[in-house]
């Protein structure tokens, strides 16, 4: 399974050499399809949910690297023809996530993009699996498109920015080499530095946090159900009301917008199970309307997190999202990909196994250890890391990174 790909490298030495010599900015193909998913209130629900990628949190790596570069950028969806990408883009960046896992097969994509001759930058790659003590598990289609997009560089340069070091041991051991460990492009979407100070002040103003948002998991995630409950408990506050945020999966989505028709019955009950199993079916529904949300641009996000103290729940995003808005958050880490992802931004984090009743406010204000000079150094840091990966892939960074990484 883990053959090297056959064939020259996948960006020739001619094409290599005639991206260097470009006058920058170069042109970047983004592959994502759906940059601004519009008036969103009146369009159909498959719409809207293949806009975000089957999960609202998508939309914060993409944004994110949106944001943080300057070259001229157009949007392409993943099946676009090789042709047209190698006529509108001297580079292709992919906003990546977990996709070294066993869930996927990117063959398609991988002979596609080996075909456009182009050179390739991956941003945000994560590897899926339980613990850091397993190997991932890939489809031939994704080993091969790992191997393609590790081959594609501008020069020598590494050209795969993973979220942290067991992703990048993982694509050392499928023989993609050269990767840059470094965390999420989410990281960086509140532009200012000192973030680490205002969410500190922010998080002291109150003895004990008021208005709880939940980042909401997962109805088959048994583990952390008995925590969702208790979680959701503390958001029904009368006088401080919170919401029960959803990104995943499209069931999910479907009950925050409040649609119930044509939903699996079981599927239906497994929610309801998972939320709020104490209320009839009729008040259950109720209920999604009342405190079930989702979003479906960074910025209305953002801003809604900052009408609540804390937000806590297994949705990585979700809660990045919170301190990028200035507000306190906590993730409840369920596997190497989450647990990765705060390790290397900041975020955070209990593992869920850690996270015992009861949870109360009290429990939860002491749970989160957070240093508030240290986040900024380590934010700089990472700023600086990131800044050096963009431009050595040729990549016009934004001048507010450049700010971050040194902390003024």
């Known amino acids: 399974m883990f053959n090297e790909i056959s064939g020259e490298t996948a960006v020739s030495a001619t094409a290599a050499a005639s991206v260097q010599g470009k006058q920058r900015p170069l042109r970047v193909a983004i592959l994502w399809k759906t940059p601004n998913l519009g008036l969103y209130s009146n369009a159909p629900f498959e719409e809207i949910y293949n806009g975000i990628g089957?999960?609202?949190?998508?939309?914060?790596?993409?944004?994110?690297?949106?944001?943080?570069?300057?070259?001229?950028?157009?949007?392409f969806g993943w099946?676009?023809?090789?042709?047209?990408?190698?006529?509108?883009?001297?580079?292709?960046?992919?906003?990546?996530?977990?996709?070294?896992?066993?869930h996927t097969d990117y063959g398609d994509m991988a002979a596609n993009l080996e075909r456009s001759g182009l050179p390739i930058v991956s941003i945000g790659?994560?590897?899926?699996?339980?613990?850091?003590?397993?190997?991932?598990?890939?489809?031939?289609?994704?080993?091969?498109?790992?191997?393609v997009i590790g081959k594609a560089k501008v020069g020598n340069t590494g050209n795969i920015y993973t979220r942290g070091a067991y992703t990048t041991s993982q694509l050392d051991k499928i023989g993609v080499t050269g990767a840059v460990t470094g965390?999420?492009?989410?990281?960086f979407i509140n532009q200012k530095p000192g973030l680490g100070?205002?969410?500190?002040?922010?998080?002291?103003?109150?003895?004990?946090?008021?208005?709880?948002?939940?980042?909401?998991g997962h109805q088959a995630w048994m583990k952390t159900r008995e925590i969702?409950?208790?979680?959701?408990?503390?958001?029904?506050?009368?006088?401080?009301?919170?919401?029960?945020?959803?990104?995943?999966?499209?069931?999910?989505?479907?009950?925050?917008?409040?649609?119930f028709d044509g939903i699996d019955d079981h599927a239906?009950?497994?929610?309801?199970?998972?939320?709020?199993?104490?209320?009839?079916?009729?008040e259950f529904k109720q209920w999604c309307r009342n405190y079930c949300r989702s979003y479906y641009d960074v910025p209305a996000w953002m801003d809604m997190l900052r009408n609540h103290d804390l937000t806590v729940g297994a949705r990585y995003h979700g809660v990045a999202l919170a301190l990028q808005a200035e507000r306190m958050g906590i993730t409840v880490t369920i596997d190497s990909r989450t647990r990765e992802l705060c390790e290397n931004t900041g975020v955070p984090f209990i593992p869920t196994e850690e996270l015992t009743a009861p949870i109360t406010r009290t429990s939860l204000k002491k749970l989160i250890?957070?240093?508030?000079?240290?986040?900024?150094?380590?934010?700089?840091?990472?700023?600086?890391?990131?800044?050096?990966?963009?431009?050595?892939?040729m990549l016009e960074p934004a001048p507010f990174l450049k700010a971050i990484a040194a902390g003024k």
């Open 79 to 102: 099946g676009t023809p090789a042709e047209t990408l190698r006529e509108n883009a001297d580079i292709i960046v992919i906003p990546s996530a977990n996709q070294l896992g066993k």
């Open 369 to 393: 250890k957070f240093d508030p000079v240290a986040y900024d150094r380590h934010r700089a840091e990472h700023a600086s890391k990131y800044l050096a990966f963009l431009e050595a892939n």
């Open 268 to 282: 239906l009950k497994g929610m309801h199970n998972h939320t709020v199993p104490h209320y009839t079916f009729e």
């Open 197 to 216: 100070q205002k969410i500190w002040e922010n998080w002291n103003k109150n003895a004990l946090p008021r208005s709880i948002s939940v980042a909401a």
């Open 54 to 75: 089957h999960n609202n949190g998508n939309l914060a790596f993409v944004y994110a690297i949106t944001s943080q570069i300057t070259n001229p950028v157009r949007f």
């Open 125 to 147: 790659l994560g590897a899926q699996a339980d613990s850091y003590d397993q190997d991932i598990e890939l489809t031939e289609g994704t080993l091969r498109w790992a191997q």
């Open 183 to 187: 965390g999420c492009p989410s990281h």
């Open 228 to 259: 969702e409950h208790q979680l959701i408990a503390l958001m029904m506050d009368p006088l401080a009301p919170g919401q029960y945020v959803v990104q995943s999966m499209g069931e999910f989505i479907k009950i925050s917008r409040g649609i």
